[in-house]
């Protein structure tokens, strides 16, 4: 399908005897911002990892703009992972590294760009995110929003095709997650990505999202558009976005 960018056909996933994932089945389309949506334990950051092959289903299929990675090798997924970026839920920066380097860690290893177009690079991608002139700073003298921000330069370093964002917002304060919010909207629109945004933040949801999935207990239950999801008559989407199911992290 030339306008899926992921598709997930029947994927499941346990670990040990806990079922985590059960036959999910959909499409990410590309240039549209998807948010997985669910509950603590739901499944949804298991379901982040398969896109880059950093797990891998015990049945079903994965594929990245039609490539099925299933079986691919580490190697094999190194194309793959330069074509999408990911913002892990912590930030995930290299505490030894400044931020320049941080940020240009991805350009380093896998092209052969001068020092000098290397930070040109970073310049352009901190400015992007909103943050000029801390590229000497080191992780420990950020705040939780400029680790997120610095993080999230680092995973568009590369210019990839497609961004996951794991739980950006999670342990910010309402101004900083509003922040985060609204450059997750403007990478999308400057940048052209397919951006894929796991959250239990409803409010992050329904501003970011082009469409929702809603993964609960290991189930694909919903997918569509923000406006279905809050005429939605699934029950368990209804209590969840209502707040009456707890959300977790």
Avoid: C, W
Wanted: net charge negative; glycine share 10%; aromatic share 6%.
């Amino acid at each position: 399908m030339d306008t899926a960018f992921v598709q997930f056909e029947e994927v499941h996933k346990s670990f040990g005897s806990k079922k985590v994932l059960q036959g999910i089945t959909f499409d990410i389309r590309r240039g549209e911002t998807m948010v997985v949506l669910g509950g603590s334990g739901s499944g949804k950051s298991v379901l982040l990892r398969h896109i880059i092959g950093l797990h891998r289903p015990d049945r079903g299929r994965v594929l990245v703009e039609g490539e099925d990675i299933v079986a691919y090798d580490e190697d094999e997924l190194v194309p793959v992972r330069k074509k999408i970026g990911m913002l892990f839920q912590g930030g995930a920066l290299f505490d030894s590294m400044n931020v320049a380097d941080n940020v240009g860690y991805g350009l380093r290893e896998h092209t052969n760009l001068s020092e000098g177009e290397i930070l040109e690079a970073v310049r352009q991608k901190l400015a992007l995110v909103e943050l000029s002139g801390v590229e000497h700073l080191m992780p420990s003298e950020l705040s939780g929003g400029m680790r997120k921000r610095v993080a999230l330069a680092r995973s568009i370093a590369m210019e990839p095709r497609g961004i996951l964002y794991d739980e950006p917002t999670t342990g910010l304060d309402p101004v900083t997650a509003g922040t985060i919010n609204d450059l997750i909207r403007s990478m999308q629109e400057r940048l052209q990505v397919t951006s894929v945004v796991v959250t239990h933040d409803i409010h992050s949801a329904l501003y970011v999202g082009d469409r929702i999935a809603f993964l609960f207990e290991g189930r694909m239950l919903f997918v569509g558009t923000v406006d279905e999801a809050k005429r939605s008559s699934e029950p368990a989407l209804r209590q969840f976005l209502s707040g009456r199911i707890h959300h977790g992290a």
